[in-house]
């Protein structure tokens, strides 16, 4: 005897997944809370054991901008790979080669022309950030390589030519227009972090409103339908390499106007907090979701804390315990939403 209708429809209503919205808005609006109670602790913890504010001090605020720039850049590339289902391991060492190849440039330029040799600067610096992310984004997209095994060879690859372009050691430059670029202000703002700021909002835009961020999360949502649809989906990929790239390049170029000087080890600790960032930011690490306020929020989260342990003279080695923590519990936050809301990540 067929089962009946009211035995279908109990069926269905006893498989398919419930849904709680306001516990689901909670989890997804989670980084945000975060962020809000993690700067009340430390504006708490200041103002009982130092008589003073921690929010309210400008120092503070330029510090914790100044902490999240450089792996706020490499977060921005990652971003959009990531939510096209892909990895940039190589980010933290194109970083440390083009601030190399930057500072190498200046170095012969410099007594000729300190303006010739900043804009002859730059210029190298983002050539040499642009080739490793063509080189990634042809092995993924035209060769097949898988994302993880392609970027970290160029991850050794930009390594090993980033230490030999830098002799083995860190490469000074004395130039008086580096060393504003990297360490001026305007209104008060340094000039590192209006540059990032100015990234940012040229990669909201790029993802949220232009027909390229639509097909980013088309292709990490689902790549066989992306194909279908007329999506030319290895271009798209070489494009999304050469961003990531063309961001790290970007980190290197303020990496060098800092400190006065190029080294190729200085993105390297960056590469988990790029990644942290985005995936704290609410990105899925299966692709199709993610956006730049999120990766923005991730990397303030971050800068919070390392700066924050710091503040309240914590031993700087449980920032990565902390980072950790947090990166753990944002994956476990993201999964449990999926579930909630019904939400499954489509095949091919």
């Known amino acids: 005897?067929?089962?009946?209708?009211?035995?279908?429809?109990?069926?269905?209503?006893?498989?398919?997944?419930?849904?709680?919205?306001?516990?689901?808005?909670?989890?997804?609006?989670?980084?945000?809370?975060?962020?809000?109670?993690?700067?009340?602790?430390?504006?708490l913890w200041a103002r009982a054991a130092f008589s003073t504010s921690f929010l309210l001090n400008p120092y503070n605020l330029k510090s914790i901008a100044l902490f999240a720039a450089l792996p706020l850049l490499l977060g921005l590339g990652q971003t959009f790979v990531i939510i096209a289902g892909g990895i940039d391991l190589s980010v933290g060492f194109v970083m440390g080669l083009a601030a190399v190849v930057m500072a190498r440039a200046m170095q012969v330029l410099t007594p000729v022309d300190p303006a010739l040799a900043l804009a002859a600067g730059l210029i190298a610096a983002f050539a040499a950030g642009i080739v490793p992310g063509l080189i990634n984004?042809?092995?993924?997209?035209?060769?097949?390589?898988?994302?993880?095994?392609?970027?970290?060879?160029?991850?050794?690859?930009?390594?090993?030519?980033?230490?030999?372009?830098?002799?083995?050691?860190?490469?000074?430059?004395?130039?008086?227009?580096?060393?504003?670029?990297?360490?001026?202000?305007?209104?008060?703002?340094?000039?590192?972090?209006?540059?990032?700021?100015?990234?940012?909002?040229?990669?909201?835009?790029?993802?949220?409103?232009?027909?390229?961020?639509?097909?980013?999360?088309?292709?990490?949502?689902?790549?066989?339908?992306?194909?279908?649809?007329?999506?030319?989906?290895?271009r798209h990929t070489l494009y999304l390499y050469m961003i990531s790239s063309a961001c790290a390049a970007v980190a290197g170029m303020l990496y060098t106007a800092r400190f006065s000087a190029g080294a190729a080890q200085a993105g390297e600790p960056l590469l988990l907090d790029s990644i942290a960032a985005v995936v704290i930011g609410g990105a899925s690490?299966?692709?199709?979701?993610?956006?730049?306020?999120?990766?923005?929020?991730?990397?303030?989260?971050?800068?919070?804390?390392?700066?924050?342990?710091?503040?309240?003279?914590?031993?700087?080695?449980?920032?990565?315990?902390?980072?950790?923590?947090v990166i753990i519990v944002s994956v476990l936050i993201d999964q449990s939403r999926h579930r909630l809301t019904g939400e499954k990540k489509e095949e091919g």
């Open 285 to 325: 690490l299966f692709g199709g979701s993610g956006t730049i306020a999120g990766t923005v929020i991730g990397a303030l989260i971050i800068a919070v804390i390392q700066y924050g342990l710091v503040f309240i003279n914590v031993e700087p080695f449980w920032q990565f315990v902390a980072v950790g923590i």
């Open 137 to 234: 984004g042809t092995l993924i997209s035209r060769l097949g390589v898988p994302a993880f095994i392609g970027t970290l060879g160029m991850y050794g690859v930009a390594r090993g030519v980033g230490f030999l372009s830098a002799g083995g050691t860190t490469v000074p430059v004395n130039n008086p227009l580096l060393f504003v670029m990297g360490n001026g202000t305007v209104l008060g703002i340094p000039i590192p972090v209006l540059v990032t700021v100015l990234v940012v909002l040229g990669m909201h835009w790029t993802l949220g409103q232009t027909r390229f961020g639509q097909y980013t999360y088309a292709i990490g949502g689902n790549r066989t339908a992306a194909i279908r649809a007329g999506i030319n989906v290895r």
């Open 1 to 43: 005897m067929p089962p009946s209708t009211s035995t279908i429809a109990a069926t269905g209503a006893d498989t398919e997944p419930r849904r709680h919205p306001a516990l689901a808005f909670l989890m997804a609006a989670w980084p945000w809370l975060f962020l809000v109670l993690l700067l009340a602790f430390f504006e």
